[in-house]
């Protein structure tokens, strides 16, 4: 009897501790790692990579949309396979869950289309990452050739 109240308080517990730590989306549960833009000239596209970390796996969040302010226009982008050749697209959002997406060279990544001006290595750029529960987050991606 005793132990079967201890179990049950056990669980409780337990289920609060996940509750706690599986709570929203906010700036300081999320985490941007190895920022990084593409070399490239002025009049060309680029691609931004980084891999996107939530505190918890089990929280999610929703990447609506990305600005910059070298470049006209700025999409999330894809790669689909179209008869064995990737092709980039367009794509709405990029929804984060199990704890992280990855962009990176041949799938997800964000892309600067229309730069104004030079993006040299070495050099960092600013790019907002705006989040559906986050919020606005200012990131500085650091301009470097990213490891395929
Ligand atoms: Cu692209």
Redesign the pocket.
């Known amino acids: 009897m005793k132990a079967k109240f201890l179990i049950t308080a056990l669980f409780f517990t337990t289920t609060l501790v996940m509750a706690d730590c599986c709570s929203e989306s906010t700036q300081k549960n999320i985490h941007i790692e190895q920022p990084l833009v593409r070399p490239a000239q002025v009049g060309t ?1 680029t ?1 931004a990579y980084m891999k996107i970390k939530l505190d918890c796996m089990k929280a999610t969040d929703t990447l609506l949309s990305a600005e910059c302010n070298v470049c006209e226009r700025v ?1 999330l ?1 894809d790669h689909i396979n179209d008869n064995g050749i990737m092709r ?1 697209r ?1 794509i709405h959002n990029v929804i984060i869950k199990d704890g992280e997406v990855n962009f990176k060279p041949g799938g997800l ?1 964000i ?1 600067l289309m229309g730069l104004k001006r030079d993006l040299k290595e070495g050099e960092t750029l600013k790019i907002r990452l705006n989040f559906e529960k986050a919020g606005a987050i200012d990131i500085n991606y650091t301009i470097k050739n990213p490891v395929a």
Do not use: A, D, Q, S
């Open positions: 596209n691609g999409e982008h980039m367009p990544h892309m």
